[in-house]
């Protein structure tokens, strides 16, 4: 309430209404960490994660992937004060996960008689001779390549060029 000092003033309305409006500070995201990952395939779930998320802030994440390929990963921050809204609040980023060389056992134990090709000699399950219609060469041991296929492979690679032995005999 005015109270005028000036007694040859007088006061025509006693109160006055305003709207005072308070608008929401801006929480400054720039300095959120949010980038693009890539991991080797090891059977497990995998997603991307934010880093530098300012205080107040909270963050939920869409998106994960375990098997070979590319993902988009989202992440969508939330203000945990009314009174502030975010400079931005969603964000994305690509997860590739990449095939993993499988683990395998080299054939060993290799035998095969002189006069023989490699398509005569059983590899073990998974292997394959590279170049089947070779010669075995001559008696003694002798070096050839193998390529090994996984049974899975949408997530492992197959491998080429393993080197195996062969001992030829009379």
Same mark, same amino acid.
């Not at 309305?13 to 400054?28: G, R, V, Y």
């Given at each position: 309430?005015?109270?005028?000092?000036?007694?040859?003033? $007088?006061?025509t309305?006693?109160?006055l209404?305003?709207?005072?409006t308070?608008e929401?500070d801006t929480i400054?995201?720039?300095?959120?960490?949010f %980038? =693009?990952?890539?991991?080797t395939?090891d059977?497990?779930?995998h997603?991307?994660?934010a880093?530098?998320?300012p205080?107040?802030?909270?963050v /939920?994440y869409?998106?994960?992937?375990? %098997?070979?390929?590319t993902?988009?990963i /989202?992440? /969508?921050? /939330?203000? =945990?004060?009314?009174?502030?809204?975010l400079s931005?609040? *969603?964000f994305?980023?690509?997860?590739? +996960? *990449?095939?993993?060389d499988?683990?395998y056992?080299?054939? $060993?134990g290799?035998?095969?008689s002189?006069?023989?090709?490699?398509? =005569? +000699?059983?590899?073990? =399950?998974?292997?394959?001779?590279?170049?089947?219609? $070779?010669?075995v060469?001559?008696?003694? %041991?002798?070096?050839?390549t193998?390529?090994y296929?996984p $049974?899975?492979?949408?997530?492992?690679? +197959?491998?080429?060029?393993i080197?195996?032995?062969v001992?030829?005999?009379?």
């Amino acid at each position: 309430i005015f109270t005028p000092k000036d007694p040859n003033h $007088t006061l025509t309305k006693e109160s006055l209404t305003a709207t005072l409006t308070i608008e929401q500070d801006t929480i400054d995201m720039s300095g959120v960490v949010f %980038n =693009d990952s890539t991991v080797t395939y090891d059977g497990n779930s995998h997603t991307i994660t934010a880093t530098n998320i300012p205080d107040n802030v909270s963050v /939920t994440y869409n998106g994960s992937g375990t %098997n070979y390929g590319t993902y988009t990963i /989202t992440a /969508t921050f /939330t203000s =945990d004060d009314s009174n502030y809204k975010l400079s931005k609040s *969603e964000f994305t980023a690509t997860l590739t +996960i *990449e095939k993993a060389d499988p683990t395998y056992t080299t054939p $060993t134990g290799l035998t095969a008689s002189y006069g023989s090709t490699l398509s =005569d +000699i059983e590899l073990p =399950d998974g292997f394959t001779w590279n170049a089947p219609t $070779t010669n075995v060469g001559n008696v003694g %041991n002798n070096e050839f390549t193998v390529t090994y296929t996984p $049974t899975d492979t949408n997530n492992y690679n +197959i491998l080429d060029n393993i080197k195996v032995t062969v001992n030829v005999t009379k």
